[in-house]
Nanobody
């Protein structure tokens, strides 16, 4: 069974930092694009960042570019999202997701981890 498990969420003051982790199992991790999404209360889920299987292709939402960094460690089957200069608008449940390199949609999703940013 494919499982994605997020961790690292919590409460942080505006301007602070958090590092989210996504541990994957049940798939050939290095062949999958890994992505991060978030959903705030009353809002639709939105794309945050993605990284290709080899780590050479990275995409960011405009709202987080320059503040967030996505990365992966294929030896550990883990993807990361380093979040710096956090803003109250960043507060959301953050989800990791995986898709095959030729897939049009993300195939698998984690359960989410809560990020709360206080002002």
């Amino acid at each position: 069974q494919v499982q994605l498990v997020e961790s690292g969420g919590g409460l942080v003051q505006a301007g602070g930092s958090l590092r989210l982790s996504c541990a994957a199992s049940g798939l050939t991790f290095s062949t999958y694009v890994m992505g991060w999404f978030r959903q705030a209360p009353g809002k639709e889920r939105e794309f945050v960042a993605s990284v290709s299987g080899s780590g050479d292709r990275i995409n960011y939402a405009d709202s987080v570019r320059g503040r967030f960094t996505i990365s992966r460690d294929n030896a550990k089957n883990t993807a990361y999202l380093q979040m710096n200069s956090l803003k109250p608008d960043d507060a959301a449940v953050y989800y990791c997701a995986a898709r095959g390199q030729f897939a049009l949609r993300y195939n698998y999703w984690g359960q989410g981890t809560q990020v709360t940013v206080s002002s």
